[in-house]
């Protein structure tokens, strides 16, 4: 009888002992599981696309990006890329974008392969500034910001704080910390999170055109999470939703003619039709936002 009492006492406590030791493991390791794609593997040589370029951030950090050179009236893309994600994985945007003699600059992030440092929100933030001001000084016809997943949130405080001519968010979140706690309820989120990306906070900042995409069958990102960041921004804004695609298929031939038509309309300021009917199949999309959109 008091064996059976005293393992009843202990019980609660080992429960909690593992509780504490599992909120541990995910605050010391969330580094790692927020950045997979962080490490000191060098980008091959020569690169699959572009020339090789380097770009010193204000805290004194070096970053490798490949760049190709578009025509001097025609925007220029800048891409922020996903976290698990490498800047010579975009041969196939680079090629896209040229064949329109529209150039693209992909930077890899701090302590991502070929650039030093450490990954971590504000040094992304940092990052994804001084590729701007870089950028700035190469093309003279304006930039289009390009962030895709954890990149969106790059992408919206770069476009918040410098004059870029568009705005395109692929698989966007409303913030990390809205997306980390949805996949870990039991936890104390807010808490643990040292790197939130509340892009919900930021985005009221990008007064530019706006372009949104993403998979109905996103299970990385929700879609909903993007739909709740595209309520919030500010006009002008489009959205296409994409029925059929996930969180990494959506980067196929439709999304590529979306991202290129998207910025030759801000070159020649023509309006898109903000409402698109679906086209069935694999392809089938809709479409939300103002008819003034371009």
């Known amino acids: 009888m008091v064996s059976a009492t005293r393992y009843l006492l202990?019980?609660?406590?080992?429960?909690?002992?593992?509780?504490?030791?599992?909120?541990?493991?995910?605050?010391?390791?969330?580094?790692?599981m927020l950045y997979p794609g962080a490490g000191a593997a060098a980008l091959p040589e020569p690169a699959s696309w572009g020339e090789t370029v380097h770009i010193r951030t204000p805290d004194g950090e070096l970053l490798q990006a490949l760049y190709t050179r578009g025509d001097s009236d025609r925007p220029c893309v800048l891409l922020f890329f996903?976290?698990?994600?490498?800047?010579?994985?975009y041969a196939f945007l680079a090629q896209a974008l040229s064949a329109r003699r529209i150039g693209l600059l992909a930077i890899s992030y701090r302590g991502y392969p070929g650039s030093t440092g450490?990954?971590?929100?504000?040094?992304?933030?940092?990052?994804?500034?001084?590729?701007?001001?870089?950028?700035?000084a190469q093309a003279k016809s304006g930039i289009v910001v390009l962030g895709r997943s954890l990149g969106t949130g790059v992408?919206?405080?770069?476009?918040?704080?410098?004059?870029?001519?568009?705005?395109?968010?692929?698989?966007p979140y409303l913030s990390v910390l809205s997306v980390?706690?949805?996949?870990?309820?039991?936890?104390?989120?807010?808490?643990?999170?040292?790197?939130?990306?509340?892009?919900?906070?930021?985005?009221?900042?990008?007064?530019?055109?706006?372009?949104?995409l993403h998979g109905r069958l996103d299970d990385s990102i929700p879609l909903s999470s993007g739909e709740a960041l595209f309520r919030l921004a500010p006009e002008p804004k489009r959205m296409v939703i994409y029925d059929a695609a996930g969180h990494n298929d959506i980067l196929n031939d439709r999304?590529?003619?979306?991202?290129i038509g998207f910025v030759e309309a801000l070159k020649e300021n023509r309006p898109r039709d903000a409402v698109t009917d679906g086209t069935g199949g694999d392809d089938q999309r809709s479409v939300t936002g103002s008819a003034s959109n371009p």
């Open 255 to 259: 999304m590529v003619g979306e991202v």
């Open 155 to 171: 992408a919206v405080n770069t476009a918040g704080q410098r004059p870029a001519a568009g705005v395109i968010l692929v698989s």
């Open 82 to 89: 996903g976290n698990g994600d490498r800047v010579d994985n």
């Open 118 to 136: 450490s990954p971590g929100e504000q040094g992304l933030l940092t990052d994804g500034i001084a590729a701007f001001d870089w950028l700035s």
């Open 10 to 32: 202990i019980l609660p406590l080992m429960a909690v002992i593992a509780y504490m030791a599992i909120v541990a493991v995910v605050y010391f390791s969330q580094r790692s």
């Open 180 to 212: 980390a706690q949805t996949r870990y309820p039991l936890l104390p989120v807010e808490l643990l999170l040292k790197d939130p990306f509340r892009s919900d906070l930021r985005i009221s900042k990008v007064k530019q055109p706006k372009l949104f």
